[in-house]
Structures are given as structure tokens and as C-alpha cells.
């Protein structure tokens, strides 16, 4: 796919692909939350036994590399479906969290 990517566009991917098989059934928050765990600890097992050093080199290694690369993906997917069905604008929300945080953390 050549065209911008956005969010907006992604999301209406995923609602395609999940539609064109039936699974919205499925694609309760809770059933969404629970994937969205296990992708991000498949993503974590990548990292888990790596040095320090080692996960900053970790896309280095072309098999790693597509895994994680997949593994984000996954999380990413989840992430939007579930943003999707609570209707939560997910950069909104990162938005409005980088303000709060930057009054709970003030820069030195």
C-alpha cells in the first residue's frame, strides 16, 4: 500500500477485515483487552532474556527484526480496535496524557 497512512484509515481497515469475516461478535472491549495483553507479552518475550545492549541493537537481526515488527503491529491492531469499540480517540487521548504529564513532570 502506497497511499498516507493514518490512523483513521487503519481503523477502517481493521473494521473491514473483521467484518468481511464476521468477528465483531468477538470484538468486546474485554475480549479486545485480553489480545491486546497477549500481543504485548509475545512482544515482550522478544526483549525478555536480551542484554541492555542487545535490545537497543535488536532490529539489527532480520529475523528479530520481523518479529517485532509483527508483534508491534499486533499490538497496534488491537489497540485500535479497542480505542474503535469504546469510541476513544486514541491520539486525543495521547494528546490530553502528554499535557497532564507534562504538569505532574515539569522539565528542570
Known sequence: MTEHLDVAKL????AEFAAA???Q???T???LVSALSVEASELVEIFQWLTPEESTRVMDDPERAHRVRDEVADVLAYLL???EVLGIDPLAAL???IDRNEG???AP
Do not use: G, I, V
Not at 481503523?11 to 481493521?14: D, W
Open 11 to 14: 481503523t477502517r481497515r481493521l
Open 21 to 23: 469475516r464476521n468477528w
Open 25 to 27: 461478535q468477538y470484538h
Open 29 to 31: 472491549p474485554k475480549n
Open 81 to 83: 480496535q479497542l480505542c
Open 95 to 97: 494528546d490530553a496524557k
Open 104 to 106: 505532574r513532570f515539569p
